[in-house]
């Protein structure tokens, strides 16, 4: 059974820095590239970007790129989502996501979800 | 960039009666090198993930129960379902990936 299982909810100060993970399980985590998407407190969702495990290639939204980082440690079967500078706005909760087998960017599987509240 | 606009909002469907949810692309996503329309949908139950229930426009996921169908090509799709059962409400999104992959804001639906 296909499982992507995330790091518990956080709550950091604005200016802190934040590292959450998504752990796959039940599959070859190599042969799947890896999603993360952003849902603001009652609002939609939001794309963030996807990573391939294979070689770490990273492809970013073009709307939200640059305050984030993506990863991922294929040793542990495991992507990160990484912040170096929190923001108040950085509030939300992140889903990872396992992309279809053809690698086309839509999600079959997803994580539970990451809970994230940055507040001073 | 592709922009996805969802109508209505919100609506609110008796059991067993019919709910329909378009959705609009300002970009047509359909390729011409394989004829496929790169739009999916996803429903969003309170306080849970997304799951995946049609791709391709009209693939339905496997499990996804059969009275949920997609439809439509280019710019403009519908999501149907046509019995509503009290498991069905939620919100729902389309997503396109035939450019950078955007959604569209979200339908509520409601039992009425």
């Known amino acids: 059974e296909v499982q992507l299982v995330q790091s518990g909810a956080e709550v950091r100060k604005p200016g802190e820095s934040l590292n959450i993970s998504c752990e796959s399980f039940g599959y070859r985590f190599a042969s799947y590239w890896i999603a993360w998407v952003r849902q603001l407190p009652g609002k939609g969702l939001e794309w963030m970007g996807i990573?391939?495990?294979?070689?770490?290639?990273?492809r970013y939204s073009q709307t939200l790129q640059g305050h984030f980082t993506i990863s991922v440690d294929k040793s542990i079967n495991t992507a990160y989502l990484q912040w170096s500078t929190l923001k108040a706005s950085d509030s939300a909760t992140y889903y990872c996501?396992?992309?279809?087998?053809?690698?086309?960017?839509?999600?079959?599987?997803w994580g539970q979800g990451t809970r994230v509240t940055v507040s001073s | 960039d592709f922009v996805l606009t969802q109508s209505p909002d919100s609506l609110a469907v008796a059991l067993g009666e019919r709910a329909t949810i378009s959705c609009k692309s300002s970009?047509?996503?359909?390729?011409?090198?394989?004829?496929?329309?790169?739009l999916a949908w996803y429903q969003q139950k309170a306080g849970q993930p997304p799951q995946l229930l049609i791709y391709w426009a009209s693939t339905r996921q496997p499990g996804v129960p059969d009275r949920f169908s997609g439809s439509g090509s280019g710019t403009d799709f519908t999501l149907t379902i046509s019995s509503l059962q009290a498991a069905d409400a939620a919100v729902y999104y389309c997503q396109q990936y035939h450019g950078n992959p955007s959604f569209g804001q979200g339908t509520r639906l409601e039992i009425k």
């Open positions: 970009q047509s996503v359909l390729y011409s090198g394989n004829n496929k329309n790169y």
């Open positions: 990573i391939d495990p294979i070689d770490s290639e990273t």
């Open positions: 996501g396992r992309l279809y087998h053809s690698g086309d960017p839509f999600v079959e599987f």
